[in-house]
């Protein structure tokens, strides 16, 4: 035995340095947000999803007549689309892949022990979500003006509340998978369904390319909802009333379900 | 994550019926179940400041289930958990900047360099430790750059330990703080920890190493089958009062003349040198090594007497002891003797 004997007179109480204290809350949340960010901006893989294959698309489909979209103002068409689909990208499956890993390593429970705890780790996690889709607009907003695309003005402001909608919708449905799922199978399904709803979703090209039944189906889905919604209001100016409706029962619906059956561990 | 169950007193009630602790940490009649199976069932735990508590117990013991329920992480099912004297559930956040906490699967996430997750970590808190100064105790400058999973295990350990005490904690819960360590690692992990103990900090750590739990720990709780069943000072449990036994003596025989059939039957052997023992008035019990078929050990008052006893009974018997060796009782001695040999 190399201690001292125990008890409370063994030693100061409490500890003589004092302990550290939590830094204020939005010192928390911005660091989580932060480190958020730079892991998908760092990480190749989710890089690569978020922000390069967008790119790709809206070039590829703005420059090539490859696909045929029914239009001679073939931008108009793929651009909102191209946001819509980064939206999707970086609110399901990055958020997904990346929270259901957090939830097998023990990040997730273990930062619910720091001062941070599990409200300020979601609040960063949403800080996070909504600092790379800064990024991601900008680059791809940039990139599209460049190629000639020319947004109706009076439509930004109803897109950006269908990509607040958008983003919140997806980080539900995302938060579903990585709370209830392996980590193997949270990325099986968040990459199968990047690419389903990319072939069907309606989130890329408008829902009237789709075969009739699929096509219907895909205006319910928050892929179709967000790129039709985004469509109309970047071509036409206005904030269409079914795309928030979608969006909406898709948050409650996904929040909902999110909030019963999450598990941290 | 389900709501913590009903505390039977209300809280403000609580307060005046119970005085305040000196206790860091106070668990009475812990319950836990997951689904049917009952992890932990009535475990009593005391972790005092300025003290190491080491939670010893096989895999599957329920140590890191009590751990967690301490630590906030689970809500437990029956009995009560007292952290700086507080719920940790439903004071999480007055408690959270007061805790540090490894886990023993780490909780480091995978693709972040290792010196940017200590950063994090420290910027939960208003006044973290120097972060240099906690690198160069632990060794991490060489891997700062490096992500987490490409780390060793040891490596691993390290970080997670700095990432537990950079909030300066009064309390710090240790999930098996020295598994994978090479030896360096495990003295400037041990030396740590001391520290932090003569600083005032009360540090709880699990683990199934003797040597940890001898070396380390002013108290030791040893838990078998999600039940406290010893409690004391590694010293105290090792030959303190009540212990009728203060040695081992291990021997291995071969009968002198084997007809070709027979094999060597430690278990039988164990109790006839047992029950000759008991005869000559000695207070013994006598195990037959499961490593080995030849091998036995009688846990006693080791003296002359006892030698002069065990060789007798081995001529008597037909048995030539092939060696034959003397030693302290040790901590894994009283381990094993609480937790029994079967494994897990």
New interface residues.
């Given amino acids: 035995?190399?201690?001292?004997?125990?008890?409370?007179t063994?030693?100061?109480?409490?500890?003589?340095?004092?302990?550290?204290?939590?830094?204020?809350w939005y010192?928390?949340v911005t660091?989580?947000a932060g480190?958020e960010m730079?892991?998908v901006l760092?990480?190749g893989e989710q890089l690569v999803i978020t922000l390069v294959l967008p790119v790709l698309l809206l070039v590829v489909l703005t420059r090539t007549t490859a696909v045929d979209l029914g239009t001679g103002d073939r931008i108009a068409l793929v651009a909102p689309g191209v946001l819509a689909l980064a939206v999707m990208s970086a609110a399901f499956t990055s958020q997904a892949i990346a929270t259901g890993?957090?939830r097998r390593?023990?990040?997730l429970?273990?930062?619910?022990?720091?001062?941070?705890?599990r409200t300020g780790l979601l609040a960063g996690k949403a800080l996070g979500i909504a600092a790379v889709q800064a990024v991601q607009m900008a680059v791809l907003v940039v990139v599209a003006v460049v190629l000639g695309w020319r947004p109706v003005a009076s439509g930004v402001p109803a897109a950006v509340v269908l990509v607040v909608l958008g983003t919140t919708a997806f980080t539900a449905l995302a938060l579903l998978v990585a709370g209830t799922m392996r980590a193997e199978a949270v990325l099986a399904v968040a990459n199968l369904v990047w690419v389903l709803l990319l072939a069907g979703g309606a989130v890329l090209l408008p829902a009237d390319l789709l075969p009739a039944p699929l096509g219907a189906v895909a205006q319910l889905l928050p892929s179709g909802a967000l790129g039709g919604g985004l469509r109309a209001a970047l071509t036409g100016g206005e904030l269409p009333a079914g795309p928030v409706v979608v969006l909406t029962a898709w948050t409650v619906g996904a929040g909902a379900l999110t909030a019963r059956l999450f598990?941290?561990? | 994550m389900r709501a913590a169950p009903r505390r039977p007193v209300p809280p403000d009630l609580d307060c005046v019926l119970v005085p305040t602790s000196p206790d860091a940490v106070r668990v009475d009649g812990l319950v836990k179940r997951y689904g049917r199976v009952e992890a932990v069932r009535g475990l009593d735990l005391v972790a005092r400041p300025g003290a190491v508590t080491a939670v010893l117990g096989p895999n599957g013991a329920g140590k890191t289930t009590t751990v967690e329920c301490c630590e906030g992480l689970r809500s437990p099912d029956g009995g009560t958990v007292r952290v700086l004297g507080l719920d940790p559930v439903a004071d999480a956040r007055a408690l959270r900047p007061r805790v540090g906490v490894m886990l023993q699967d780490g909780g480091l996430p995978s693709t972040v360099p290792a010196g940017e997750v200590l950063r994090h970590v420290a910027s939960m808190y208003a006044r973290p430790r120097p972060l240099d100064e906690l690198g160069d105790r632990l060794g991490l400058g060489s891997f700062a750059r490096t992500q987490v999973r490409r780390l060793s295990g040891g490596q691993r350990q390290r970080l997670a330990l700095a990432a537990a005490v950079v909030g300066r904690p009064e309390v710090a819960f240790l999930d098996e703080p020295s598994a994978g360590l090479d030896p360096q690692s495990r003295i400037a992990v041990w030396d740590l920890v001391r520290e932090l103990r003569d600083d005032g900090t009360a540090i709880v750590l699990t683990t199934h190493q003797m040597a940890e739990a001898e070396q380390l720990a002013d108290h030791v709780v040893v838990v078998d089958g999600g039940r406290a069943v010893a409690a004391g000072t590694p010293g105290g449990l090792v030959g303190g009062a009540g212990q009728t036994t203060a040695g081992t003596l291990r021997l291995t025989v071969v009968p002198v003349r084997a007809p070709a059939d027979t094999r060597p039957a430690a278990a039988t052997w164990a109790g006839a040198l047992g029950a000759s023992l008991e005869r000559a008035g000695v207070v013994a019990r006598v195990d037959a090594d499961p490593r080995r078929a030849d091998a036995l050990e009688v846990h006693a008052q080791v003296d002359p007497g006892l030698v002069r006893l065990v060789t007798a009974w081995a001529d008597d018997t037909g048995l030539l002891v092939t060696s034959l060796a003397a030693g302290p009782r040790t901590l894994e001695d009283v381990f094993l003797e609480l937790t029994g040999r079967s494994l897990r």
């Fill in positions: 035995m190399t201690g001292p004997t125990t008890g409370p063994a030693a100061a109480w409490p500890p003589a340095s004092g302990h550290a204290g939590a830094a204020p010192r928390r660091a989580q480190l730079r892991t760092r990480n890993f957090d390593n023990g990040v429970r273990l930062l619910a022990t720091t001062p941070l705890g598990r941290w561990s």
